[in-house]
């Protein structure tokens, strides 16, 4: 079986279904055509006239004639719906492709968008973080101010460890002074100590003396 063939079978089944309507005008075409024939041979059986036979022979021809025109206009039809779905779909396709690289923009701008709000939060806080601070004026003066207060604390400091010296000086007089009272006191309680044993001793010489002598 040819494609054409194939073709004719389709659009048949397509537009009939399966009623077979075309076979059935072919047929009875056919048997008006022979009957035609057989009626101009034979003069006419009186059931039917040659003119009749002629007349369904032309209805018959009418309706195949405009059979094939519906089928034809359906088969453009067709066509130009598959035409017009063909264009669609290619429509619907770029609208696809154009769909995705939108898609793919936005994706990038969102990105974008990540990327600036997170500098921009970076920003906001070290704006905050410099607003806290106070100005360069002020912090140039205060830094001057603490510079002096360092230097007089230095001076201070210094005067400081001058008297802590002279402290420590005196003190080591001072203990030496002490130690050297102390080595003196010594000595003089040690002679006096000695002393104190011989006015004793010459005491008891005396009493002694006094008790070997006589009385009168």
Known sequence: MSSMEEDMIYRRLLLEGDTGGDDKRMTQLLRSILKL????????????????????????????????????????????????????????????EESKASVESFKEALENAKVVRKHKQAFDSLAQT???????DLSVKRLEAIKGEME???????????????????FKLFTFALAQLKS??????????????ADAKQSNDDDEIMEVTPSK
């Open 37 to 96: 024939s057989d009626l101009s041979d034979n003069g006419g059986d009186g059931s039917d006239s040659p003119s009749e036979a002629a007349y369904k022979i032309i209805t018959t021809l009418n309706q195949a004639e405009t059979a094939v025109r519906r089928c034809t206009s359906i088969c453009d039809m067709n066509a130009n719906e598959v035409q017009f779905y063909e264009q669609e779909l290619s429509k619907i396709e770029k609208s696809i």
């Open 130 to 136: 410099i607003l806290k601070e106070p100005a360069r």
């Open 152 to 170: 007089q604390l230095h001076k201070t400091e210094g005067l400081l460890i001058d008297e802590q010296r002279d402290i420590d000086r005196h």
């Open 184 to 197: 003196h006191l010594k000595v003089k309680e040690g002679k006096e100590a000695e002393t104190g044993s």
